[in-house]
């Protein structure tokens, strides 16, 4: 078990503008702001989220290192370089994968797996002009957020779709996007909220559902040798034990990749 520090703002600044940084750290974030991001703004929800994205970073860092490494949050794909939006008021995913590049002289490629039933799209916004990081998002398409952003390849599914047609879906994509892009780091936001009890997903995922997507997902890309690095994403459930138990499946799926890669 590894411990994050704490996001600086100049790591923050490589995706987020200094204005935003300024005001969000000072607590200048007006109503009608606040109630886009669905937080009251408060000192230690900032605090939170440095955290949170330094978390990611460190799990793209062990990664790297070791080949597969999960975070115990992350997946705040909704914040956009100027401000925050749903529940998201930094975007750890984008963060992570500014700082890989920028710490390697081979410019390593990242490729963005986002399986949170919401579109991933401030990332997708972050990374539209950028060709070495590919933005894969696969969500609800009558989910949030209404106006999407175009990732380089989004998946819209329909209402009330089952484990089945969800994971022959992913299963129909992630190989090829391995071959083609080739990336040296996959970043992979786990989220939950696909889940059939989900308060906000519309989708109809099991438990067993979830354990074989996030199973597919880092195997094939650990047995291909591409390094996994994991966040929990988004889950809504007022159980807070169930839905953290809903989280944790992300995490067991790992520790069986890890057994069978013999990593
Ligand atoms: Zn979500």
Not at 23 to 33: A, F, S, T, V
Not at 90 to 96: F, I, R
Not at 238 to 243: G, P, S
Request: some cysteine; aromatic content about 10%; overall charge negative.
């Amino acid at each position: 078990v590894w411990t994050p520090a704490i996001a600086s703002i100049d790591l923050l600044s490589c995706v987020h503008t200094e204005e935003y940084l300024k005001n969000l750290l000072n607590g200048k974030i007006n109503d009608q702001e606040q109630r886009r991001t669905g937080f009251h703004w408060s000192e230690d929800i900032v605090t939170r989220c440095r955290y949170e994205t330094g978390g990611t970073v460190l799990a793209a860092e062990v990664a790297l290192q070791r080949g597969l490494a999960c975070s115990t949050a992350g997946g705040t794909h909704h914040a956009f370089p100027s401000y925050g939006s749903g529940f998201c008021l930094l975007n750890d995913l984008a963060v992570a994968a500014k700082y890989i590049r920028s710490n390697s002289s081979s410019k390593r490629k990242v490729l963005i797996v986002d399986l949170d039933v919401h579109q991933g799209d401030g990332t997708a916004f972050i990374f539209k002009e950028e060709s070495c990081v590919f933005t894969f998002s696969v969500h609800c398409g009558k989910n949030f957020p209404l106006r999407k952003q175009q990732s380089d390849l989004d998946i819209s599914m329909e209402d009330g779709l089952e484990d089945k047609e969800y994971l022959s879906t992913v299963e129909s994509h992630f190989p090829w996007l391995l071959e083609t892009f080739r990336p040296d780091l996959v970043l992979y936001d786990a989220g939950v909220d696909p889940h059939w009890e989900d308060e906000l997903g519309r989708l109809c995922l099991t438990d067993q559902g979830l354990y074989q997507r996030d199973m597919y997902v880092m195997k094939t890309a650990a047995s291909r040798g591409v390094p996994v690095a994991a966040v929990i994403g988004g889950g809504y459930s007022r159980d807070i034990d169930k839905l953290a138990l809903r989280h944790s499946i992300m995490h067991r799926a790992a520790t069986q990749v890890w057994r069978e890669c013999e990593m």
